[in-house]
Structures are given as C-alpha cells and as structure tokens.
C-alpha cells in the first residue's frame, strides 16, 4: 500500500510560482505512475499531470502545457508539480494520485478513475 501526502499549496499572485511535492510512505514507491489532479468549486476533478516510473515519460493537460511541470524522485519517494506562470483559474484544491503501472498504460494517466491511491489534496489560489 501507498500512502500520498501533497504540500506546498498556498495564496499566490498571478504569474507567480509554486511548487507541490507528493511524498510516499509504505514499503516501496516501485513501478508506480502518479498523477496530479484539480478540483475547483463547483467543477468536477480534472487532470493535470502524470508521469510513468519506467522512463519518466509525461503527458499534460492542454491548459497547462509549457507552464508546469512534473518530476520525480524515486529515491525520496516524492513527485514534485512546478507551476510557473499561475493564473487565476489554476485556482483549484490539487491532488496527487498513484497506481501500480510498471509498463506503459497510454491513455489511462488521464482518467481519474484509473488511480487507487490518493492524497488528502492541498489548496492552491491564485489571485489577480
């Protein structure tokens, strides 16, 4: 079993950054794809970033394409979302998501309902 904890959130100002780490605890963090996910009031939870174990292979979001990026750090356990250039409608609770996946799933990073394990969420606000 996983456990997914994201920090990092915050009251940031339009074209500021931030930074979300998603740490792991349990016996391994091996082979599993994790994906970042937003919810903001009234809209259903949508994706925004994942990564595979393997080769680290990314798939984003078209809203945010060339403003965030997801990296991990197998040996921390960790998966960090860099968001730069924030805008007000980033606003949105942020969660990060996990699944067993040791090969290549292709579309399925994007489906929320693909993921088993995820995090308590950390919110992210954005003012103008």
């Known amino acids: 079993q996983v456990q997914l904890v994201e920090s990092g959130g915050g009251l940031v100002q339009a074209g500021g950054s931030l930074r979300l780490p998603c740490a792991a605890s349990?016996?391994?963090?091996?082979?599993?794809?994790v994906g970042w996910f937003r919810q903001a009031p009234g809209k259903e939870r949508e994706f925004v970033a994942a990564i595979t174990w393997s080769v680290g292979m990314t798939y984003y979001a078209d809203s945010v394409k060339g403003r965030f990026a997801i990296s991990r750090d197998n040996v921390k356990k960790t998966v960090y979302l860099q968001m730069n250039s924030l805008k007000p409608e980033d606003t949105a609770v942020y969660y990060c998501?996990?699944?067993?996946?040791?090969?290549?799933?292709?579309?399925?990073?994007?489906?929320?309902?693909?993921?088993?394990?995820w995090g308590q969420g950390t919110q992210v606000t954005v003012s103008s």
């Open positions: 349990g016996r391994t963090f091996s082979n599993y794809a």
């Open positions: 998501a996990a699944r067993f996946a040791p090969t290549n799933y292709g579309d399925s990073y994007y489906n929320t309902d693909w993921y088993d394990h």
